[in-house]
């Protein structure tokens, strides 16, 4: 019952291609399928899914814009969630490198762009329903990502849930994804009617 969008973006490349590019990448997209709603026929119960910078930049659309359409729920998986926090705390030591090659600087240099492609810097009691799924051995994005991320939805009440697999690093197959897709089905059911 669910019409499926695979929507791609352009790849900062270190020195063309900043932050926000692929943030307006998305947005331009889902402007683009929302203007094409009545053509593909979808309804507006819109769901968001990313994986990594996927699961980032969904989480960042569904909590910063509520246009062209309200998002009904979000499905995070180990995306980052605060980029200040993933530069000074990184889960490996490439990865102030790698952000400084998708921002153009640090968290210094470009205080307001970190700031504002964090998606915990949007978090309110009205955030859609988010499910956060994440590995314990995720050596890309720390788990205390997803961790600070549940942790501020509900201290704001926002519906949210955090599904945790100790064992599994930045992606897992098997009986495990059969299980995160068996939880975010008993999520959407609940949360988007």
Request: glycine fraction near 6%.
């Amino acid at each position: 019952g669910y019409a499926i969008f695979n929507i791609n973006y352009r790849l900062a490349t270190g020195t063309t291609h900043f932050f926000p590019t692929q943030e307006n990448d998305v947005k331009a997209a889902l402007d683009f399928i929302y203007s094409k709603r009545n053509d593909y026929k979808i309804s507006e119960k819109w769901v968001l899914l990313g994986a990594s910078a996927g699961g980032h930049l969904a989480l960042l659309q569904a909590y910063k814009y509520n246009s062209p359409v309200k998002i009904r729920a979000v499905v995070d998986f180990f995306g980052p969630t605060e980029l200040t926090n993933m530069y000074n705390f990184p889960s490996n030591p490439l990865i102030p490198l790698l952000l400084t090659q998708v921002t153009g600087g640090n968290p210094t240099t470009h205080a307001t762009l970190y700031q504002q492609s964090s998606p915990m810097s949007f978090v309110t009691a009205q955030c859609p329903p988010t499910i956060i799924l994440h590995g314990g051995a995720d050596i890309v994005v720390a788990p205390s990502q997803s961790v600070m991320l549940r942790d501020q939805l509900q201290s704001v009440s926002a519906p949210q849930q955090y599904v945790f697999y100790p064992t599994e690093s930045h992606g897992w197959t098997g009986a495990n994804m059969v299980d995160s897709f068996d939880k975010i089905t008993v999520f959407l059911n609940t949360h988007v009617n």
